[in-house]
């Protein structure tokens, strides 16, 4: 799993004192300074920069949690006590929340750095990331192109290079199209699987939190540290967290050039293409 993941890459490099991350945050937020994707809602440079120094500090004391010390921004439907809650509206234009996200919260505690609050169609309700108060989104691959909705900017920005890791929230696609728009990965957890506390709703019934990275493997370390019980949110399930790492890259041990999916199950949802 080590070699698809890059958030491991940046925890060795931690541990190895090869970076800091305060450097790491420090190089994230001059890459959100340069770029013209309009991802960005709230940038905290000062907030950012001392978790940053907490970070390093649990790092020199020996704290091993893989995602500690790692940058991260958070997509503007999950509340946060400092930087702006906007939901991508007017409305809600200059509201700081009073606490923090289940999501936040949980990222927070495995040591994680906040960069900034994301750009999202206006309360998550778009598939282009073009309904926002604070204007459109682009595709980093193209500019004249959306990047999906409503985590567009969730997903530009790590295939911009900007982000390793960020947070969005999917209803009926709102993780999956934008991943798949801008060449990332993306996961929509099982409903209950991640607490919603703190999560501005659109349809409480469908809304679910989830990671987006580069690869499976990173998502998996992500959701790792969102998942589990909160009793803040009745939908949230009790149920033990499992290691979502377990079995990455094995079902393709035996692939080969001439068969590079050899090994690979497929699941096939009866309901959709038989009879269910």
């Not at 420090?26 to 300074?33: C, G, K, Y």
């Not at 750009?119 to 309904?131: I, K, R, V, W, Y």
């Not at 990671?211 to 990173?218: E, K, L, Q, T």
Request: glycine share 10%.
């Amino acid at each position: 799993m080590s070699e698809n993941s890059r958030l491991l890459a940046l925890a060795k490099a931690l541990r190895r004192g090869e970076t800091s991350s305060e450097q790491l945050t420090r190089e994230a937020l001059a890459r959100i300074s340069q770029s013209k994707l309009n991802a960005f809602i709230d940038v905290l440079p000062e907030r950012s920069i001392e978790q940053a120094k907490a970070a390093d500090q649990r790092l020199a004391a020996g704290d091993d949690h893989p995602l500690l010390g790692i940058p991260l921004a958070h997509k503007d439907i999950f509340v946060t006590r400092h930087w702006r809650s906007t939901a991508g509206s007017r409305m809600l234009a200059n509201y700081v929340s009073p606490f923090d996200a289940a999501v936040v919260e949980r990222l927070a505690q495995a040591g994680m750095v906040c960069v900034g609050k994301l750009n999202c169609d206006e309360f998550a309700m778009g598939s282009t990331n073009e309904h926002s108060y604070f204007g459109a989104v682009s595709n980093p691959w193209d500019h004249q192109r959306v990047p999906g909705g409503s985590s567009g900017a969730s997903a530009a920005v790590v295939a911009a290079g900007m982000l390793e890791a960020t947070t969005g929230t999917d209803t009926g696609g709102s993780i999956r199209q934008p991943a798949a728009l801008c060449g990332v990965t993306g996961i929509k957890p099982s409903y209950g699987r991640v607490s919603r506390w703190g999560m501005i709703a659109f349809a409480s019934s469908l809304d679910q939190a989830g990671p987006m990275a580069r690869s499976a493997a990173d998502c998996a370390l992500l959701l790792q540290a969102m998942a589990g019980f909160d009793a803040r949110d009745a939908t949230c399930r009790d149920l033990p967290v499992e290691n979502f790492s377990r079995g990455i890259g094995r079902a393709l041990e035996h692939a080969s050039e001439s068969m590079p999916l050899r090994g690979l199950r497929i699941g096939l949802p009866t309901e959709w293409f038989a009879d269910g």
